[in-house]
């Protein structure tokens, strides 16, 4: 049971021939292997799939079949040669992650492992002039932050100065896949966690939060408000939500601020995902006052990572 789920961390496997975790190189990995889902495994793979955390050798359990007899699906699992090379996926609990230096912790930017975030963008930038008319429905590139000190040493308190980005969540659903595993440090917090970690289901969530966090959750429905349908009109876009006291739960926001981010009548079925605080609306739960950075629906390619 521990080993299921801790394993159900691993959505995916690096899958490359003649690449080895003692000889190869993680970065050529990211940028050429293929990313392979448990149902997708099949037997000629068996030496070539590797974790997306540590790198070494994955197997899928069961090895035949995509599902166990009592029906839970198969998943990928670590082998006992690695059982020595320490992977945060092999746990149960997900870890936080500290830095021995700001050297470590600078590479880890560099590489690409490691993620500052200072802010999210609040409102939508202003179109660049030599690009005005295009501009309008593509993705707003993360932009750079100040420098941020952040307190992700290994020793007690030990802060360090790091470049840190202005992120949109659009911007982490372009390479969802790729970022899932990227350690990411939130504003005011004192680890760095996968972004796999970090989103939470909005399908159990029950009451108010006052601490910002990730979420993300499956449209459910979306309705225009109002008589005349003017654009300035709210739109409510509810969420899966399955908790006992909560008669809905939704995305509440201006149809043109919805639209702007592809929400529309067509978008039930889509995940959306948010950074922010979940408040009360009447008898149910609602994401209200989002920055332009704040949310965004997860490109349809990706939905099977958060199923
Ligand atoms: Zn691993």
């Known amino acids: 049971m521990g080993a299921y789920e801790s394993n159900r961390r691993i959505k995916f496997a690096y899958q490359m021939e003649h690449w080895s975790y003692e000889k190869g190189n993680p970065a050529l990995l990211r940028a050429n292997a293929k990313k392979i889902i448990p149902s997708e495994y099949k037997t000629d793979m068996d030496g070539s799939l590797f974790c997306p955390g540590c790198f070494t050798n ?3 359990v069961p090895k035949e079949k995509e599902h166990f007899t009592n029906g839970r699906e198969a998943y ?3 082998i006992r040669t690695y059982k020595d090379v320490k992977c945060d996926l092999k746990s149960i609990k997900p870890e936080g992650k500290r830095y021995e230096n700001w050297e470590e912790a600078k590479k880890a930017i560099d590489d690409e492992n490691l993620v500052i975030i200072s802010s999210f963008l609040k409102s939508k930038p202003e179109p660049k002039e030599d690009q005005p008319a295009i501009y309008d429905e593509t993705p707003v590139e993360d932009q750079a ?3 941020t000190e952040v307190a992700i040493g290994r020793h007690n308190g030990e802060t360090f100065a790091l470049p840190s980005r202005i992120k949109t969540v659009a911007g982490l659903c372009r390479n969802f896949d790729e ?3 990227k350690y990411f440090h939130l504003p005011n917090k004192k680890y760095a966690i996968r972004l796999i970690d970090l989103l ?3 399908k159990t969530i029950s009451e108010e939060t006052d601490v910002p966090s ?3 959750g499956k449209i459910v429905s979306t309705a225009h408000l109002g008589e005349h349908k003017k654009p300035t009109n709210f739109r409510m876009t509810y969420l899966e939500n399955n908790a006992e006291a909560v008669w809905d739960f939704c995305l509440k926001s201006q ?3 919805q639209k702007a981010h592809g929400i529309d009548d067509n978008s039930v079925g889509r995940i959306l995902i948010v950074y922010g605080t979940v408040k009360q609306n009447g008898t149910g739960l609602c994401f209200q006052g989002l920055g ?3 949310f965004s629906l997860l490109p349809e390619k990706y939905n099977h990572l958060l199923d």
């Open 200 to 202: 939470k289901s909005v």
């Open 58 to 60: 994955l197997n899928r």
């Open 76 to 78: 990928f699992a670590h």
């Open 179 to 181: 970022n899932l595993y």
């Open 292 to 294: 332009w950075g704040e």
């Open 255 to 257: 149809d043109k601020d």
């Open 145 to 147: 932050g100040p420098t």
């Open 214 to 216: 990730f979420y993300y």
